[in-house]
């Protein structure tokens, strides 16, 4: 082969990666657009769409139990669909985890969803809160016709800020740090 069929070949080879991935990078856009509209049908229920970009107080001086947080900030411990739907679930004076629990996300994927349904990941004291908290937190999801919530890893932060999961058994949470995995899948908590 001389020089210029090498130089076509490569061209063509950079053109057909080039090409690639625009197609994936369009094809992803438009899953998280159609998801995010509710055309698919994955937020359906009581949450509604998980994109919510209102401010919550920093703090609440009247926090006695977990309740639920609407999207015109009104926050009860009945549930009240006239206030639009629940955008998360009040759990301590300073703390609104996320209406949605996204299944199955894994670390190439986390901070996508992260930044796809707006929030943080938990701190370790926060994880300790929802634990705290699981089963008022589950009750009321199933009130609203939503799933309760099961027994399952869920991501969070370390100590050091790093994403590890956590799991809870017999009454001890564990954290176990996966994101070298990239197999691995877990849940997603987010607080607001």
Not at 32 to 42: D, Q, R, W
Not at 54 to 80: A, C, F, I, M, W
Request: aromatic share 14%; net charge positive.
């Amino acid at each position: 082969m001389d020089e210029i069929t090498v130089i076509f070949i490569l061209i063509g080879i950079n053109v057909f990666l080039f090409c690639f991935v625009v197609i994936v990078a369009i094809w992803g856009n438009n899953k998280t657009n159609k998801e995010l509209s509710g055309k698919s049908g994955v937020y359906k229920g009581p949450a509604g769409e998980p994109r919510w970009n209102g401010e919550l107080p920093l703090k609440v001086d009247d926090y006695h139990q977990p309740r639920y947080v609407y999207e015109n900030l009104v926050e009860s411990t009945d549930y009240l669909p006239q206030n639009g739907r629940i955008i998360g679930y009040r759990i301590s004076p300073n703390l609104v985890i996320h209406s949605r629990v996204q299944y199955g996300v894994n670390p190439p994927v986390l901070a996508n969803y992260i930044r796809r349904l707006g929030g943080k990941l938990l701190s370790p004291d926060e994880v300790m809160t929802l634990f705290n908290n699981w089963k008022a937190v589950s009750a009321l999801r199933v009130k609203a016709g939503d799933e309760p919530l099961g027994k399952f890893r869920f991501w969070c932060n370390s100590r050091e800020g790093f994403p590890v999961c956590t799991r809870f058994d017999d009454g001890y949470f564990f954290f176990e740090d996966m994101v070298g995995f990239g197999k691995f899948y877990a849940s997603l908590i987010l607080k607001r």
